[in-house]
């Protein structure tokens, strides 16, 4: 069976502080984010953002890009976790965001 195309993810040594705090300004994706940080990987679908299908893609394209969440898709379905270099390469950073940068919904 064809395995999926997955997407292109930054390596760890490409991920910079700057590209991480620009994704996580938007507060759609601090909210992704925030439901991703109880460690378990989501089905894109899983999401209730308030935003459209297609808002909800560019939002987790500038997450992956950034470096902050992996993507792997599964047949048709799409799948998401955080990245566990994130953490290791800005130790408490996400977690000093989540804390005090509360996410609107």
Do not use: W, Y
């Amino acid at each position: 069976m064809k395995q999926p195309k997955q997407l292109p993810h930054p390596s760890p040594n490409e991920i910079t502080l700057s590209r991480v705090l620009h994704a996580l300004s938007d507060p759609v994706r601090l909210s992704v984010v925030a439901d991703l940080a109880g460690g378990r990987e989501r089905g894109s679908s899983e999401f209730e953002c308030g935003v459209a299908e297609s808002t909800l893609s560019h939002h987790l394209k500038v997450l992956r890009l950034a470096g902050v969440i992996q993507h792997r898709k599964e047949g048709t379905r799409c799948f998401v976790a955080l990245r566990p270099e994130l953490e290791a390469t800005f130790p408490g950073l996400l977690g000093s965001i989540l804390k005090h940068g509360r996410p609107e919904r």
